[in-house]
């Protein structure tokens, strides 16, 4: 938010994390899990055009940190939004672009407009995530329930 901010994690904070380094195995792959599911899951939504997925070219290798949907327009992402917290869903949408925060307009400087940043920024929803999480069936039923009543 400010020049100089401190964000050091406290004592009881890092030995939470210093357990899950233990587990970082089982966390990952049980994430990895989640992720390929989702994927799976929404790959008819993809081919109908109502949504894209994420893209990882061959070389690369993810961290399944989070899932996202990319939708047709801010409108459409906040309207979902909606429906699935009506529907017991906490979805969300991403980061603010740095270019649009209010440290950025403070202190950044850009070489062009932004524009497809910000486009994508407002399209752009992530679906809960988390270990342990086994409703991904659920959380793509709303969505494409969503989807094709809407479209309609």
Not at 65 to 87: F, G, S
């Amino acid at each position: 938010m400010d020049i100089g901010s401190s964000y050091l994690p406290s004592d009881l904070i890092a030995a939470f994390l210093c357990a899950q380094l233990e587990q970082l195995e089982d966390i990952n792959h049980a994430r990895m899990q989640i992720w390929q599911m989702y994927h799976r899951l929404l790959k008819p939504l993809e081919e109908a055009n109502y949504l894209r997925r994420p893209v990882i070219p061959e070389y690369c290798q993810h961290n399944a940190h989070l899932y996202y949907i990319l939708l047709k327009d801010a409108i459409t992402r906040d309207k979902l939004l909606k429906y699935l917290k009506d529907n017991g869903v906490q979805a969300t949408f991403h980061y603010v672009p740095l270019h649009n925060s209010l440290a950025g307009k403070k202190y950044g400087r850009v070489a062009s407009n932004m524009n497809f940043t910000s486009e994508l920024s407002e399209r752009l929803l992530r679906l809960p995530l988390w270990v342990g999480m086994e409703r991904q069936d659920y959380v793509v039923s709303q969505i494409e329930k969503f989807l094709r009543v809407s479209s309609k």
